[in-house]
């Protein structure tokens, strides 16, 4: 004789486990990131003095400056430090919130949200743990890009890839 449920429960597990995976595959790539990311800061602290550009083989492609940004990007939203840390609080909690969604729109959209997530957070402790932003990578061949770091990075390319997969699933 088959219980009352006994299949609701078989289900629920199920859900709960590809819950489980969904979430845990965000968190592992976020912390990945988010790790990369200030690890990366944290070698640019040591090795390169505030305000003085570090030439690299590459020349005119990439070179380090160490500056510190109180905004967002491009200075924008100066010394707004506290809204821009709201802001992404609830833009991170979009994302757990409809990750179920964002999880079945396929792995370019997953890749793109975890990337910004990522991004988010990683400048995200930065202004909590020192009231600004640590950038150092510069890419003199291309003027509108300004100093940035990896989080930017992120966050940069996390929307082109969104982008392209909204393009291609139109």
Known sequence: MIESGSCGDGNRDAYRASTSRMYGWLLLVVLALVAADQASKLVAIRLIEPYRAVGTPFGRILSFTLVYNEGAAYGILHGKIWFIMV??????????????????????????????VAGSLGNFVDRARLGRVIDFIEMPIMPLFQVFNLADAFLVLGTAVLIYSMLRAS
């Not at 909690?93 to 910004?116: D, E, H, N, S, Y």
Request: charged share 10%; glycine share 4%; aromatic share 14%.
């Open 87 to 116: 802001v992404t609080v609830l833009f991170v909690a979009a994302v757990a919130v409809f990750w179920r969604r964002i999880w079945q729109m396929g792995i370019l959209t997953r890749v793109a949200a975890a990337m910004m």
